[in-house]
């Protein structure tokens, strides 16, 4: 099955177009045609299945003729990370987090962090790309940037942990980890947490962790993290 994606219909649509860009593929590459029937989702949970009315190269035009929802995966994961310097590395953690099935993803501006600017349009076409890929239909949530300080004073899941690379006692997140319960796991930038923000998250009852025995990447421990997570509550 192939998954095409469009946000702005729900399970009281009838009819709808696709945008030009994926009108062009739908027609021109896939050669659909009047009656052929497509997949689609929302992004947040639907499955529709549609049937083309009018294979316009500008503006594909389909009815839908069936929708089934899908429930939000529990427990959830939400991991904030610190961007990594290049942006492909932080893209490829989006993408394969996605594929595994991540619940929601927070950028985390912190004290050694080197990129100060991000292009969220980007992230979240990596982030459809993916969710299409891998026949999900829950979209992550990916939310604006924001500083570690502010962050960590909100109000968070019980299960909440920071990776971080000191020398202090810590045991592995897979051995802290709690079926069915959402998580937080806070993973910073190529220098690491500073001292400072450390002993922050700890006053907010963030959970020292370690990610194996070797030092990870940030999208590795990313990756590492979302994969933990997800064997935990198959």
């Not at 971080?164 to 959402?182: G, M, S, V, Y």
Request: glycine share 4%; proline share 5%.
């Amino acid at each position: 099955m192939q998954l095409f994606y469009h946000p702005a219909i729900d399970e009281s649509s009838k009819n709808f177009s696709f945008p030009t860009e994926e009108s062009k593929h739908i027609v021109k590459v896939l050669r659909k045609k009047e009656g052929d029937i497509l997949h689609l989702t929302n992004g947040k949970g639907f499955l529709f299945e549609v049937k083309i009315t009018d294979p316009n190269l500008r503006k594909c035009n389909a009815e839908i003729i069936k929708s089934t929802f899908q429930a939000p995966k529990k427990p959830s994961l939400h991991i904030a990370i610190a961007p990594t310097k290049m942006n492909d590395r932080f893209e490829w953690f989006l993408e394969k987090a996605t594929e595994i099935g991540i619940s929601e993803i927070t950028p985390l501006f912190c004290k050694h962090s080197e990129r100060k600017v991000l292009k969220l349009d980007r992230m979240q076409k990596v982030l459809q790309a993916a969710m299409k890929q891998s026949l999900h239909y829950h979209m992550p949530q990916l939310n604006e940037a924001i500083s570690f300080n502010e962050f960590v004073s909100r109000k968070h899941p019980e299960q909440r942990f920071i990776a971080h690379c000191e020398e202090t006692e810590k045991k592995e997140l897979k051995a802290r980890l709690k079926p069915n319960e959402d998580t937080l796991v806070l993973i910073g930038p190529e220098g690491d947490f500073s001292a400072k923000e450390i002993a922050k998250a700890l006053e907010h009852k963030f959970i020292p962790v370690a990610l194996g025995s070797t030092r990870l990447r940030t999208e590795t421990a990313g990756m590492y993290t979302t994969a933990c997570f997800s064997i935990l509550n198959v």
